[in-house]
């Protein structure tokens, strides 16, 4: 019996790893985001966890990408009106009880359980050949979550290997 061989690739060594779809990637919708929005959107991947929304800041994003309060909050409404984010909770500020930030839920990855609702996928259809967005997506456009469902065989019989 032979030892099992460590793996010398530097995955999940110091912290996690963040993986994002090539998919998405490859997305009008992506691609025609501004250098900022797309750095917020990996700062929100790295907070994101399946059982609660992601509390991220115009704050933070100031200090993090960094620009200024004009930008930022502007970065935030590029991410909603494309469909890559949605929010959960609005930001509430006491000064006894101190603030809380804004509670976003990212499109592509799931939530509390159930699939991701991809609403950047509509805003890909509505993106004009400048990279502009025709019209802006509405709440009503932004679909409900799905729960989860197990895997089933028969998705299995339609896929069709590429060679």
Request: charged share 25%.
């Amino acid at each position: 019996m032979g030892r099992k061989k460590k793996s010398s690739l530097p995955f999940d060594k110091r912290g996690g790893v963040v993986v994002i779809g090539l998919y998405m990637l490859n997305s009008d919708a992506y691609l025609s985001l501004s250098a900022q929005a797309k750095s917020l959107m990996l700062l929100m991947h790295i907070h994101w966890r399946n059982e609660k929304p992601v509390d991220y800041g115009v704050r933070e994003a100031q200090e993090k990408i960094p620009c200024g309060r004009k930008k930022a909050i502007q970065v935030f409404h590029e991410l909603q009106e494309r469909g890559f984010i949605v929010m959960v909770d609005e930001s509430l500020f006491n000064s006894r009880t101190q603030g809380k930030t804004r509670s976003w839920r990212l499109t592509w990855l799931p939530y509390m359980d159930k699939f991701p609702t991809n609403e950047w996928e509509k805003a890909s259809k509505k993106i004009n050949s400048t990279g502009r967005l025709l019209t802006p997506l509405t709440t009503s456009q932004v679909s409900k979550v799905t729960p989860l469902k197990r895997y089933q065989e028969s998705q299995v019989s339609k896929v069709i290997p590429r060679g």
